[in-house]
C-alpha cells in the first residue's frame, strides 16, 4: 500500500507526466484517499499546466524529463514545487531558446520590469508569441495575502483587458502564465490590480 513517504517521493514526476504504472495507479488511488496528498498534486499540476504554455511545439527525446528530474533533485526537504518548476523551465528554455531569438517577424518576446505602486519592482511580465501566445508574469518574493490579483494588458487606444487571476496560493512560487489572444500581443503596458487598486504596473519597449 503506498503511504504519504512514498507519494512524496514521486509526486514531482507524477505531476509532469513522469510516472510510469503501476506506480502511477498506486500513487493516484493513494491521493484519491489523502486529502492533503491530494491537494499537493493538484497545486503541482496547477504549476505544471501554466508552465506549459512556455513548451515548445517539437517534443523533446525520449527520456528528457526523467533525465532533467534526476539532474536537478535537491535535497528532500523543500524540493515540491521548485523542481517542478526548474524542470519545467529547463524543459521549455531547452528548444525555446532559437524561437525566442527570432527577428525575421520581428521579436518573439517584449517585457518590462513590474514596478510596485512604491516604486520597487518586483517581478518581471513578459508577452510571448511562440509557440503559442501568452502572458508570463514572475514574481520575486510573492507574499501570502488574502483576495485576488488580476492581470490588465492595456492598448494603444487605452482598453484594458483582463486577461486572468490568481491568488496566493497560485503564484506561491512565483510563476503565472496565461494564453492571450495573439491580437493582445500588441499591448503597450500590464497592470496587476487588487479590486479596484493598481498594485503594480509594467511598460512595454
Request: aromatic share 2%.
Amino acid at each position: 500500500m503506498t503511504t504519504c513517504a512514498d507519494f512524496d517521493a514521486s509526486v514531482d514526476e507524477l505531476a509532469v507526466g513522469a510516472v510510469s504504472e503501476p506506480l502511477r495507479s498506486g500513487l493516484l488511488a493513494h491521493a484519491a484517499s489523502c486529502p492533503s496528498c491530494d491537494l499537493r498534486l493538484r497545486e503541482l499540476v496547477a504549476v505544471a499546466d501554466r508552465l506549459l504554455l512556455l513548451a515548445p511545439s517539437a517534443e523533446p527525446p525520449p527520456g528528457f524529463e526523467t533525465r532533467v528530474l534526476a539532474a536537478l533533485r535537491p535535497p528532500r526537504r523543500r524540493r515540491g514545487a521548485l523542481l517542478v518548476v526548474a524542470a519545467l523551465l529547463v524543459l521549455a528554455l531547452a528548444g525555446a531558446a532559437v524561437v525566442l531569438a527570432r527577428t525575421d517577424d520581428g521579436d518573439a518576446r517584449r517585457s518590462a520590469p513590474i514596478v510596485a505602486t512604491g516604486g520597487t519592482v518586483v517581478g518581471q511580465v513578459v508577452l510571448v508569441s511562440e509557440p503559442r501566445p501568452h502572458v508570463l508574469v514572475t514574481v520575486d518574493a510573492p507574499r501570502p495575502g488574502p483576495g485576488v490579483r488580476s492581470c490588465e494588458l492595456v492598448l494603444a487606444d487605452g482598453r484594458r483587458i483582463v486577461v486572468g487571476s490568481w491568488g496566493y496560493e497560485e503564484i506561491d512560487t512565483g510563476v503565472w502564465a496565461v494564453a492571450v489572444d495573439e491580437r493582445l500581443l500588441d499591448a503597450v503596458s500590464m497592470r496587476i490590480t487588487d479590486g479596484d487598486r493598481v498594485v503594480a504596473t509594467g511598460r512595454f519597449d
